[in-house]
């Protein structure tokens, strides 16, 4: 079946310091690829969508020298938090697209930062 | 404004009852619609798409959309313990790639 992994589950990483998180679509082709941040108020922020067509775009409040995003292809996706501080803690989501109708989310890499 | 809004944001009933959340979009051309469920410590999984008015069932689960109001609801019959969850609204464009999600219904289902 269709998956996304997603790696590390849960990191904690002191202020001011960077880590990377990984993204891996299996069992299906992915379209598009997109991160999300879920708020500790559980809201759900687009950071950033790349699709088969397209660079990576990135959304307002976000940019690439803060969230660097890398995928040699849509099934694999690293995205590093650099200078990590209070205000980037959440949990990191990873969703692939197989098609317009299809969609699947990773667990979520949660961020703590001290 | 959100482009995406759900209600209400808390949800109780009882072991049995039925559940009804709600969303509407702001923007027409949201056309496609999904459920998702997020339990605790988890990331969101889909329950149901909807794309097309009308209902649509899936177990002890019911979508409606209705287009020309840009709302789409999310009935649940028979509710268990199990599906106290965050519950979220997304939506997308025709052929677009961005997902937009509702703020969220919180659900718990009392035995």
């Known amino acids: 079946g269709a998956l996304v992994y997603q790696y590390p589950r849960r990191t904690i990483c002191k202020s001011g310091t960077s880590m990377r998180m990984e993204c891996q679509a299996v069992?299906?082709?992915?379209?598009?690829v997109a991160w999300y941040r879920q708020s500790p108020q559980k809201t759900f922020e687009l950071i950033a969508l790349s699709t088969v067509n397209s660079a990576i775009k990135y959304e307002q409040n976000f940019t690439q020298e803060k969230f660097p995003i890398s995928h040699p292809n849509l099934s694999f996706s690293s995205m590093t938090v650099l200078n990590a501080y209070l205000e980037d803690r959440g949990l990191y989501l990873c969703?692939?697209?197989?098609?317009?109708?299809?969609?699947?989310f990773g667990p979520g890499t949660r961020l703590t930062v001290l | 404004q959100q482009k995406v809004q759900q209600s209400p944001e808390s949800l109780s009933v009882p072991e049995g009852g039925m559940a009804s959340l709600n969303c509407t979009s702001s923007?027409?051309?949201?056309?496609y619609f999904w459920w998702y469920r997020q339990h605790s410590g988890e990331g969101p999984k889909a329950l149901m798409?909807?794309?097309?008015?009308g209902d649509k069932k899936e177990g002890r689960f019911t979508a409606h959309l209705n287009k020309a109001s840009l709302h789409v609801s999310l009935h649940i019959r028979d509710s268990q313990p199990s599906d106290s969850a965050l519950y979220f609204c997304a939506a997308s464009e025709t052929g677009g790639y961005k997902v937009v999600f509702g703020s969220g219904t919180r659900l718990l289902v009392s035995p």
């Open positions: 969703g692939a697209r197989a098609s317009s109708y299809e969609q699947y």
């Open positions: 069992g299906f082709q992915a379209t598009s």
């Open positions: 798409s909807i794309f097309s008015d």
């Open positions: 923007d027409r051309n949201f056309q």
